[in-house]
């Protein structure tokens, strides 16, 4: 089996300990993993401060920062089939998809790597007559950066990129359901020629989790996961006071209204609930449908579901393979078992199939009339629909808000005035018109309530990445006046 290894402090090392990552395709071991232990997340978070402090890396101007980013995006360009193989191995992910997206996440890096000498301070027209005043950006310091499985190669993207620009060291720790593609990326880092111990990349547990969040160096954690793991990342960050990044889950609204282009809002919401098998925190969940359209919507969206290719991930000609873990699927199976238990009823799919790996198929539960079923309040992270319908466009954005989470939606219509009406109304960190699932690195992406705060992507996320600090200069030669009264 193919074995692989942590990248601390600009050295490859095998884990104290290790464990064999499963093929989701067949369910059998194909690689040896190390996990780290509390020890080893400590040795790299001492590295990260150490690099931190050091003039080999903070001696360098923004400029080379930017250089070695652009250097990291070619080698992520030239290795992108390299690392799509590894991650539709590892997480089940297929290939049509993993190869696409990676080649993109070049993208990312090449955008941050112009951006590192653009984050600018300020002059401050200070009203005092004999004081200069101006702001520094600076970077924040060690970051410990934690990214799920799926599209991690991406979601590590939008933290690395804005956090090396600022000037920033990292410590990444990839999940331990398939970490092969990052484990494999922090050789691009070491080629790329980062002084030792700017990224740090490692795999583990719970334990690990817990041993980097609570790191009296972090100065603060870009988090990507569920909201339950989002509470303990926040409890641990108590003990650091490190700020908090967290991009989280959604039960995001796909909202139809009765003139819009069916055709394309059908494949719009087929990419955006059974593209990446559901696996995705936008995921389209709720189709929330106009009730004079919903038959014919329906129809169409279940012939093309049933005749979605369902097979091994690693074939182009796939559009659906497996679910990453076996207990991903447990838990989905019985989610949809709950919703049609409260009554919802079965438009397709929706039975296990038998066989090796760790396939769902396409699954479509109309909830219409069932506002708590499960379907509609619970995020399944795999390929199941919940459809509700809707008269009016005010019960529409009702029912788009009725919800925990705001990260997402999406809106078919072809009147422009309802369009932006929509827009207004939809407590969501993004809105998508006519379309959905776009992604860009200039684009800022995230949500509020419990799909998180803060932001990926564009300068906000750079931002989040550095501390201002106020510089007083003054500028008179007279001697400082009576020391007991404030400036």
């Not at 209204?257 to 593209?275: H, K, M, R, W």
């Not at 949809?336 to 066989?355: D, H, I, R, Y």
């Not at 009702?398 to 009147?415: C, E, I, K, P, W």
Request: hydrophobic letters at 45%; glycine letters at 10%.
């Amino acid at each position: 089996m193919q074995r692989f290894q942590h990248y601390i402090g600009g050295v490859f090392e095998d884990g104290a300990v290790s464990f064999e990552s499963l093929d989701p395709a067949t369910g059998q071991p194909w690689a040896v993993m190390p996990e780290a232990s509390a020890q080893d997340v400590g040795r790299a978070v001492d590295a990260a401060w150490d690099a931190f402090c050091s003039p080999a890396w903070a001696g360098l101007t923004a400029s080379a920062r930017g250089k070695l980013l652009y250097r990291l995006a070619d080698l992520v360009q030239a290795a992108a089939p390299r690392l799509a193989a590894l991650e539709t191995r590892d997480t089940g992910k297929i290939i049509r998809e993993t190869s696409a997206q990676i080649a993109y996440v070049a993208e990312y890096y090449r955008y941050y790597a112009g951006l590192a000498d653009k984050i600018e301070g300020a002059h401050l027209p200070i009203d005092k007559p004999d004081m200069e005043v101006w702001l520094r950006r600076e970077p924040i310091g060690v970051v410990a950066a934690i990214v799920p499985w799926n599209s991690q190669l991406f979601l590590s993207a939008v933290k690395l990129g804005p956090a090396l620009a600022a000037g920033c060291t990292v410590v990444l720790k990839a999940s331990e359901d398939g970490p092969a593609p990052m484990l494999e990326f922090a050789r691009l880092v070491h080629e790329a020629g980062f002084p030792p111990g700017v990224v740090n990349i490692l795999t583990g547990g719970p334990a690990a989790g817990v041993a980097l969040t609570t790191h009296l160096k972090v100065a603060h954690i870009a988090f990507t996961g569920g909201p339950e793991t989002a509470r303990h990342v926040v409890r641990g960050s108590a003990e650091n006071l490190a700020s908090t990044s967290l991009e989280l889950g959604g039960k995001s609204p796909f909202i139809v209204f009765e003139d819009a282009d069916l055709d394309s809002a059908v494949n719009a919401q087929i990419s955006g609930i059974f593209a990446a098998t559901g696996q995705s925190c936008v995921a389209g969940s709720r189709l929330i449908i106009q009730a004079s359209v919903k038959e014919a919507f329906l129809a169409k969206l279940k012939a093309k579901a049933e005749a979605i290719r369902i097979a091994a991930p690693d074939l182009m000609t796939t559009e659906v393979g497996p679910l990453c873990t076996q207990r991903q699927r447990a838990r989905i199976a019985d989610l949809v078992a709950q919703s049609l238990g409260q009554g919802a009823k079965l438009v397709t799919g929706g039975v296990v199939p038998e066989g090796p790996g760790f396939y769902y198929p396409p699954t479509i539960l109309d909830c219409s009339g069932l506002p708590d079923a499960a379907g509609l309040r619970q995020e399944f992270f795999g390929p199941v629909l919940s459809v509700i319908s809707f008269e009016t466009e005010a019960e529409a954005l009702a029912l788009a808000n009725d919800t925990v989470y705001g990260l997402a939606s999406g809106v078919f219509t072809r009147s422009l005035t309802r369009a932006h009406r929509m827009i207004r109304g939809i407590r969501a960190g993004v809105v998508w018109v006519n379309t959905y699932r776009a992604v860009s690195p200039i684009a800022p992406f995230g949500g509020h309530g419990m799909s998180g705060h803060g932001r990926e992507g564009g300068l906000a996320a750079a931002l989040d990445y550095t501390t201002v600090k106020t510089v007083w200069l003054r500028t008179s030669d007279d001697p400082i006046p009576d020391p007991f009264v404030m400036r």
